[in-house]
């Protein structure tokens, strides 16, 4: 479609260029004022200058310009239809973080989706490639992230799927978690972390870029989940989502279901996937999801990590077949009475997450409070020790936590939990080493039995109180 118009004068420019406007003319070719009137008000035009050669040159530009326009629209159409075809919801953004595309249609579970996104959209479109999975209302998506280069234009595409829930929302054993774009690795490693200290990180960092599956073993308590987690964040698929899959909730229906459904996290592809408590299981349970897993070649599609608690009765077997027959590599974490090197480290970093969440300035512990730490057994581990530490935090109003306070405390958790007594858990006395930590040992041993009692300790040994505490403090 074309026309012409001639102006009498300046006036007249606007309202005709409005008009060709509203008769959805998208390019014109005129003269110098007419030009600047057209770009302010958004139409394509090109300026002929005066001479027959000039208006013959604007034509062929303008025939140029209206094929070049005409050929965009068209593969924008049919680039629009090819989105539609897409299983899911797709969103296009371009490199501006402006929607220019969305099949969302209005729907009221569309509307739920559209305020997940927006609240979320500028990590979605900062994280390239990943892949979370989001409860919306009662239901489970997973949301993807694409980049396209479309005429050298970089353009962010969001597909969203609807996924099936296989377990009733109050009984379901798969927990799911999802990368927080904005935190870097380097962010991460530097995380207050009870594993981060001491020989644990060392295999953690060396285990994490692998894919190899992992088998963390260790007694309730000391921190299996965290070190799985660290393993995810650290790991190869640290983009996608990562599962946890609680077998102490699982019966032998449920397991069923989860090795054969869709939905499963074993369907998924390049995931972390967290199997825990794995002793849980029974013998046939235990089989049944080996043979599934060396089946299905489950190793070879995602990572995954089992933990096992290690005094459990069922551990040593499992442990043995994970580890020579599935070849896991394992991660064997320390329970935390035999780690008496990290616990001043360890306590030190919950005392000053605790003095941020309970608005205290405590500085830290006094010397003999620390040694009454170090000489309990623990028997709950981390979970315990972090309980005790925030217990002391609140009960303390000086700078420093008394050996009084930690006495009173720890006596009370002596007698809800008994002291460590089994042959594989009892702290052992070393008599390869020096003397003077064989002496140490003894005594922290003995203070122990005593329930954390110096006085009553140093009767039995047969010295003096401050000859107790010059030992355990050059130690």
Not at 306 to 332: E, W, Y
Not at 453 to 470: C, F, H, Q, V
Request: charged share 25%; with cysteine; net charge neutral.
């Amino acid at each position: 479609m074309e026309t012409a118009a001639g102006f009498r004068n300046q006036s007249e420019v606007l309202p005709e260029l409005l008009e060709l406007k509203k008769r959805q003319f998208t390019f014109v070719i005129c003269d110098q004022i007419s030009f600047t009137t057209a770009q302010e008000i958004g139409l394509n035009s090109i300026v002929v200058p005066s001479g027959i050669e000039s208006i013959r040159a604007a034509l062929d530009d303008a025939v140029k310009s209206v094929w070049s326009i005409t050929r965009f629209n068209r593969q924008l159409e049919l680039f629009k239809s090819v989105l539609l075809n897409i299983d899911g919801i797709t969103l296009l953004y371009d490199s501006d973080g402006k929607l220019i595309f969305s099949s969302l249609m209005g729907a009221p579970f569309e509307i739920l989706i559209d305020r997940e996104v927006h609240s979320s959209l500028h990590d979605l479109l900062n994280s390239h490639g990943i892949s979370v999975d989001r409860k919306i209302g009662d239901r489970q998506v997973k949301i993807s992230t694409y980049t396209l280069t479309i005429s050298g234009e970089l353009f962010t595409l969001l597909r969203i799927l609807e996924k099936n829930t296989i377990f009733s929302e109050d009984k379901n054993p798969i927990s799911i978690f999802n990368r927080t774009p904005e935190q870097t690795e380097s962010d991460f490693s530097r995380a207050n972390s009870a594993n981060l200290i001491g020989n644990t990180h060392i295999l953690l960092e060396k285990y994490a870029p692998s894919s190899l599956p992992v088998l963390i073993s260790g007694e309730k308590g000391t921190g299996k989940e965290k070190a799985a987690y660290l393993l995810y964040r650290l790991g190869p698929y640290r983009t996608k989502p990562y599962y946890v899959i609680d077998c102490s909730m699982l019966n032998s229906r449920e397991l069923s279901t989860l090795l054969n459904n869709d939905a499963s996290p074993f369907a998924e592809i390049n995931a972390t996937i967290h199997i825990k408590e794995v002793n849980a299981l029974s013998e046939t349970q235990f089989m049944k999801l080996c043979t599934y897993i060396e089946d299905s070649r489950l190793f070879k599609r995602n990572r995954v990590i089992f933990s096992i608690v290690s005094t459990d009765s069922n551990s040593k077997k499992f442990r043995d077949h994970l580890i020579n027959q599935m070849s896991c590599l394992l991660l064997a974490i320390t329970p935390l009475r035999e780690r008496y090197g990290d616990m001043a480290g360890m306590a030190a970093i919950y005392l000053n997450q605790l003095n941020a969440q309970l608005g205290k300035q405590i500085i830290g512990f006094q010397p003999d409070a620390l040694e009454i730490i170090k000489s309990y057994s623990w028997p709950n581990n981390l979970d315990q020790f972090r309980r005790v530490i925030k217990q002391l935090t609140i009960i303390t109003n000086t700078s420093y936590i008394s050996a009084g306070d930690v006495s009173s405390v720890i006596e009370q958790e002596h007698k809800q939990y008994p002291q460590v007594k089994s042959e594989a858990s009892a702290p052992a006395i070393n008599l390869n080493q020096p003397l003077d930590k064989i002496t140490s040992d003894i005594i922290r041993l003995v203070l122990a039995e005593e329930n954390m009692n110096r006085e009553k300790t140093a009767r039995r040994l047969g010295i003096s109180r401050s000859t107790l505490w010059r030992t355990l403090k050059n130690q």
